[in-house]
């Protein structure tokens, strides 16, 4: 099977009946050139955009596809950013062969080409429609994972425009309504998918792809743009775009509204969102390597020791219980700790000696509540808390995962709040997170602990953010949908650990 593919389609037709059947010859990138004749070539364009990508997202799995704008011409060169292994096209260009491949100049192989046929799915000189164009479109979005909903909005802009087409896409403080926005890509990196697109498509624009900080980004103050595309579900954005240039004395701009499109993929869950969005891509990363394991020659190499880190409430617990009911044992150092703080051990003089005697109870138990008092709200307190009790409790940890490796246990869970500020997954063969939405936290811990609402979100607050939890890690988890879901994921990651563990043997 090549990698990259171009296909060659008679008309637009063609294009998605066409482009299934090409998914069994391309698994990578799957171009499509249109040698289309008809007098309509923008409306009928326009139209096949959104039924090439919308069934795209449900019938041709992963392949990643990319309609070329332009109709090809005879003087036509199909230059593309990714080589080209394999050439396609319908019989009705039977006769053209050789002067189809003679255009790719990206063409990496001598392959032969293909000939591949189905029937037109829709009639393209039924459409009437007109395309207005522009000389300066301007449109926004995240373009988290670059989706076939975002292509459709990209090409239809990139459809209407004469000579420049302006993407915002959006940053810093934009991105956090969004759905775990702590797995949303970094803003290089989507900026740098958005003009491989956008110049595979129709490298005869001009591109500006810039990080926008507010809903506005260039449009509140370019008096050269002239018209805005926005999806269904943004349309309220585009009418402050334009009560914004209002005030800066600048001409409204035309508005395009495009429909959502709807996520048909057999492997949507109930939990994801009905169109396609990077929303659902997020989700389903969940449970799945984000990042590959280094080798730790620091470390023994059995047992497998997965570190797990998680905040307070976000059900870090409850991921290490599905883990020991796949069959790996459980180490969890905030039960040591408690176990530590338990008369007659050393560590209760080092701790009287260091805070005080009042923190022993008569019993001779530390009482967490008086040494919290403490260090609660004072860093250098806290700190000089974690020095004593770390290497303690790690200490331990070690120990007993030494022991379980001993009576057969092939994987242990390392399970720690403190695992990320403490850089104990630098022990671990692995680092999983797990993360939920501050607020959900905040809820959860007020619920749990019987706290007011400022108590909880200073405790949190305390703790590494859902950012600095996922910084290193492996996988991350989300156990804030249903059981089904969070089940799901666990599933996922132990189906991959064990084709680790394979390869380990």
Known sequence: MAKNGLLFVSSAAKAHAQCLTSSKHVNKILYIKVKESSQNFLPIMSKHIVELYSKASSQSGKLDVRLILKPLEATTKVKTNHPIDLILYDSNLSKEVDSLKSVVTSLKTDQVPKSI???NSIDSHSINESVKRYGYVALGGTFDRLHNGHKILLSEAALRATKHLTVGVTDVNMIQSKKLWELIEPIEKRIKAV???LTDI???????????QDMYGPTKD?????MLVVSEETVRGGVKVNEKRKENGLAPLDTYVINLAQDSSPNRAQDEEEKVSSSNLRMRILGTMIRPPKPNPNIPAWPYVIGLA??????????????KAK?????????????LYRPGLPLNS????TFGKHIITETGEVDRKKLGSIVFGDQAQLEKLNSIIWPAIIAEAENRIRALGQAGYEVVVMEAAVMVRAKWYTRCHQLWAVIIPPLEAVKRLQQRNSLTEEEAKQRIASQPSNLEQIEHANMVFSPFWSYEYTQAQIDRAWDSLQEIMRDRK
């Open 350 to 353: 080092t701790l009287a000696e």
């Open 117 to 119: 046929d189905l029937s």
């Open 327 to 339: 069959g790996a044992a459980i180490v969890n150092c905030d039960l040591i700790a408690h176990e």
């Open 195 to 197: 003009l491989d697109f």
């Open 202 to 212: 129709n490298p005869g624009l001009e591109y500006n792809v810039v990080p926008i």
């Open 310 to 323: 998680g905040g307070i409430a976000s059900g870090k617990s409850n991921i290490a219980e599905k883990l």
């Open 222 to 226: 370019d008096d050269r743009l002239e």
